[in-house]
């Protein structure tokens, strides 16, 4: 079976303290990995998709990065606007057209 | 553009009740998807579409039954609804290997 774990599950940083969050995935079959971004009542947002292990991408204060386990959402210097659900994903092979395993996220506050 | 949009926003049901939720998109996706979010649990794969007239089933299929008689829609039926049932629903769409885009998600409680 698939899996995606997510840590921390809560998240709590001063305004401009800067973290990571991790994800940690089943290896064998991984076609892609996904970040997204959900504010409450809201569906997700597309943040990012890593395929390959040194792989990394950024946007405005987020980074995402991949190894061969585990990826990471790095925030730096986050704002009270960066809070928020982080939700990591992962695309399997076999895993119906690319329907995607998500982890339970991690809840991100900022505080000012 | 519009995106994805899912309809109702809000629902609720007696137990035993039937109702469809639609979902549109407008970005011409092959590919469309139908999730459920529990707390605690992570969003989870109920079915999913490669193309029009085409259907198959995801993780949690149980008590549910789609429809994909257009490209730009995706059906998801309850035809006897029950507290189980219970949880947001998202629909997403995508072309084939690329991300995913979500609905803003249908909130349906079965009493």
């Known amino acids: 079976e698939d899996q995606v774990t997510q840590s921390p599950e809560a998240l709590r940083l001063q305004e401009g303290e800067s973290s990571s969050l991790n994800c940690s995935y089943t290896?064998?079959?991984?076609?892609?990995l996904f970040w997204y971004r959900q504010d409450p009542g809201k569906g997700p947002e597309f943040l990012f998709t890593?395929?390959?292990a040194g792989e990394e991408k950024e946007k405005e204060r987020l980074k995402a990065t991949l190894t061969k386990k585990e990826s990471f959402l790095h925030i730096t210097a986050p704002k009270p606007e960066d809070s928020a659900t982080y939700l990591c994903?992962?695309?399997?092979?076999?895993?119906?057209?690319?329907?995607?395993?998500f982890g339970k996220g991690t809840h991100l506050i900022i505080q000012p | 553009n519009a995106g994805v949009t899912q309809t109702p926003k809000f629902r609720v049901l007696k137990t035993g009740q039937s109702m469809t939720l639609l979902c549109a998109q407008d970005?011409?996706?092959?590919?469309m998807y139908w999730y459920r979010q529990d707390p605690g649990m992570g969003l989870r794969l109920i079915h999913y579409?490669?193309?029009?007239?085409?259907?198959a089933k995801g993780e949690v299929p149980d008590g549910y039954n789609v429809s994909r008689l257009k490209k730009q829609n995706f059906l998801l039926g309850l035809e006897s609804a029950a507290p189980s049932q219970t949880s947001v629903y998202f629909c997403a769409s995508s072309y084939p290997t690329n991300e995913q885009f979500f609905g803003p998600g249908t909130r349906l409680t079965v009493l």
């Open positions: 579409s490669v193309g029009e007239g085409t259907t």
């Open positions: 890593l395929y390959s």
């Open positions: 994903a992962g695309s399997y092979s076999g895993g119906g057209a690319d329907g995607l395993t």
């Open positions: 290896v064998s079959g991984l076609r892609g």
């Open positions: 970005m011409n996706h092959e590919y």
